[in-house]
């Protein structure tokens, strides 16, 4: 661009939104013990979220216990700010400040008394000195490593308020302040006495000349805080920090540390790899918007190479490959999220099939009743187990069964009727039931080998008729209204496996009769094979869940069906993508990174997404052409509207990261200058 106006400089200073001060929750899928309470910017006041002290406190100290309260070997206290020299000279008055990062033992002194045997507080304490800004809060941080008894860890928090940051070696004279008793939120009978709260800025004000300041006890996630508003993390590391705290199996772990590892700061400000992620789209973002605004300031001044039309054109095919990855990245989201909050399995079959059997097996003791009377469950048993290192919540749900069930109609399912009289309870536990499955991730469908088959089987052995045996095996009693369930669950996306139970009565469990496999895929067209899984959960021993046993011993073959669940698992799980490079390279480990993906993140994806889509509607050709990105004269085109809905989806992916807003006039300044 060959010119400049000064109604861009107005545009510039009008553009700017004006967005309320929000408090931010890290969430959590784990109650009630939220991670983090951030504030987008550092520049915003935190007081709406905190009253009692403000984000500008900057000469304040805080401190707190990092470990957990109770008796144990060694307690952490951690102190960050700018008192951390003057609270270690307090307590170790006669001993020099360690080399920083360096651990040194030292014996801790009651900072209000003469230092002596009777005024010793840890007599060897491990103590660590990391001065700021490479910290983990970019202040002055001080590790206090102490005996973990309650009494000491106590004493020592006591003495911590107790010293005068004014001071850098004599204690205060001020008189102790009552400590106030307060009880851990996590553990109920471990009381933690902390300091009290005074003044308006929550501490204990200690002088008022040069160093002065205050030391208080530490909101919870004030250190983690910090290191936000220091650029220390942002808020996707955060977040996964905050999963790698919370991770209870294998697979959440894993993902968990890929997330912090994907976010382990490499870009400017120590930005991780997902926020840089997010700052590109941003960029291309504001980029997009940069030239549409430059249209709307220099339409009038000046010659550009692009009519309207075609600008809109080529900013719709920008959008457009955006568009793509958020989808993808958004899909691969959620399945991050079934590795966090579990995978949902329901157990679905008719009465007697053996479902409370294979669920007490699995979870390795009795969490559902057994028993030879029909309609025994009629409610939902929703029990957690690590399965081979997957999170799985598995249900096990009233049998399904109509009042018509009787003879076999040569595919199956039961045609004449017999007197069965469903009761109103069971009636609402199989509604229950069928709901439960089309929620779930996994729908095993547990059904069996009938005992008048097997009865016909060893009388047509007996006879020496081995082939009429097996035809007469393969041929199962499956309730009309289970195979009606199972497939509604197919139709609605859900993963369908086929548990055969009883297969103890077949001459072999290696492999199961193909005629056996040719009437379950009649049955349930969207199961393969591999998904079909012949199991005895009469010969089974009870399992743990854990995959891992003797070589070569499988009784009941539960471990090959739960071998097989953890490859659906795996399936479900896998990161969807498209190719990144020139060659057509599929790069996984580019998409594995958004599984760690946490739901707020992807919520803010989710509105980037509709401002796109309302962009693309926007600009659409008048004929409604959807694969026509370019509008088809300049009449037709409304940049104003169109610029308002990208910067709308910039400001969604700006409150991923917290990154301050008021840098996006800056940047679309530097685009129309640019131009």
């Known amino acids: 661009m060959r ?8 545009w510039a200073a009008a553009a700017r939104p004006s967005l309320p001060v929000r408090n931010r929750a890290v969430s959590s899928r784990r109650s009630p013990a939220p991670l983090l309470l951030l504030n987008p910017s550092p520049r915003r006041c935190f007081s709406a979220c905190r009253p009692n002290f403000s984000l500008f406190d900057a000469d304040s100290t805080i401190y707190a216990l990092s470990t957990a309260p109770g008796r144990a070997a060694i307690a952490v206290v951690r102190v960050s700010g700018p008192a951390c020299v003057q609270i270690y000279n307090a307590l170790c008055p006669s001993a020099p400040l360690p080399r920083a990062r360096h651990a040194v033992v030292r014996t801790l002194y009651d900072p209000l008394q003469p230092p002596s045997s009777n005024t010793i507080l840890d007599a060897a304490a491990l103590v660590l000195f990391f001065p700021g800004p490479r910290t983990v809060t970019g202040e002055d941080v001080l590790e206090l490593h102490l005996h973990g008894g309650p009494a000491i860890v106590k004493s020592v928090l006591t003495a911590i308020a107790n010293v005068n940051p004014s001071s850098s070696s004599l204690p205060s004279s001020s008189p102790s302040p009552t400590t106030t008793t307060t009880t851990h939120p996590k553990s109920p009978q471990v009381l933690l006495e902390t300091p009290p709260r005074s003044g308006a800025a929550g501490g204990i004000e200690k002088g ?3 160093g002065g300041g205050i030391i208080r006890y530490a909101e919870p996630g004030e250190f ?10 942002d808020l996707p590391q955060i977040e996964a920090l905050g999963e790698i705290l919370h991770a209870e199996t294998e697979q959440q772990r ?14 400017p400000d120590g ?19 940069g030239e549409l605004e430059a249209l709307i300031d220099f339409a009038e001044d000046q010659h550009f190479d692009e009519s309207p039309r075609q600008l809109v054109g080529s900013v719709g095919r920008q959008v457009r490959a955006l568009q793509a990855q958020i989808r993808l990245h958004i899909g691969n989201a959620a399945k991050g999220e079934l590795l966090r909050s579990g995978i949902r399995v329901a157990l679905l079959g008719a009465p007697n099939a053996g479902k409370s059997s294979l669920l007490n097996r699995v979870v390795g003791r009795e969490a559902a009743i057994v028993s030879t009377e029909e309609g025994t469950t009629r409610d939902i048993v929703d029990v957690g187990v690590d399965v081979g290192g997957w999170f799985v919540r598995l249900g096990d749900m009233a049998g399904i069964r109509s009042e018509d069930v009787g003879e076999d109609d040569g595919e199956g399912r039961s045609s004449a009727a017999r007197n069965v009289v469903i009761g109103a309870v069971e009636k609402e536990g199989i509604r229950r039931a069928k709901a439960r499955a089309l929620e779930s991730d996994v729908v095993v469908v547990v059904v069996s080998l009938e005992a008048e088959q097997q009865q016909q089987q060893q009388q047509q052995q007996q006879a020496g008729s081995a082939g009429s045996a097996s035809a007469s095996a393969s041929r199962l009693a ?21 548990a055969i139970n009883k297969c103890d009565r077949l001459p072999g469990l290696d492999r199961l009769p193909d005629q056996l496999l040719a009437t379950v895929r009649t049955l349930f067209p969207a199961v393969p094979a591999r998904r079909v899984f012949g199991i005895s959960c009469l010969d089974a021993r009870r399992e743990t869940g854990s995959v891992s046993g003797p070589a070569g011993h499988d009784p009941g073959h539960i471990q090959r069906f739960l071998q097989g669940l953890i490859a659906t698992f795996e399936e479900l799980a896998s990161p969807t993508g498209i190719e990144e490079d020139a060659n057509g390279q599929y790069d996984r480990s580019y998409w594995e990174d958004s599984l760690g993906v946490t739901h707020r993140q992807s919520s803010n994806l989710q509105r980037c997404l509709e401002d796109l889509d309302a962009f ?8 409604h052409d959807h694969h026509q990105l370019t509008p088809e004269s300049d009449e037709e085109v409304d940049i104003v509207t169109a610029a308002e809905h990208l910067r709308s989806a910039a400001d969604a992916l700006a409150k991923i990261t917290g990154k301050d807003e008021s840098g996006d006039v800056e940047d679309v300044l530097g685009v129309v200058f640019e131009k």
């Open 224 to 233: 983690t805080r910090r290191a936000f508003l220091n650029n220390r993390l």
């Open 478 to 498: 499956v309730e009309r209204e289970v195979v009606d369930a199972a497939n509604e669950c197919a139709r609605a996306g859900r993963c369908v496996v086929v």
């Open 3 to 10: 010119g400049f106006n000064l109604r861009t400089l107005r």
């Open 616 to 623: 693309m509607i926007q600009t659409q050709s008048s004929n």
């Open 254 to 267: 894993r993902i968990a540390v890929r997330a912090a590892s994907s976010s382990s700061g490499s870009g």
């Open 208 to 210: 008022g000349g040069e």
């Open 271 to 289: 930005a991780g790899a997902l926020s840089q992620r997010y700052e590109q789209w941003r960029h291309q973002l504001l980029y997009a918007r």
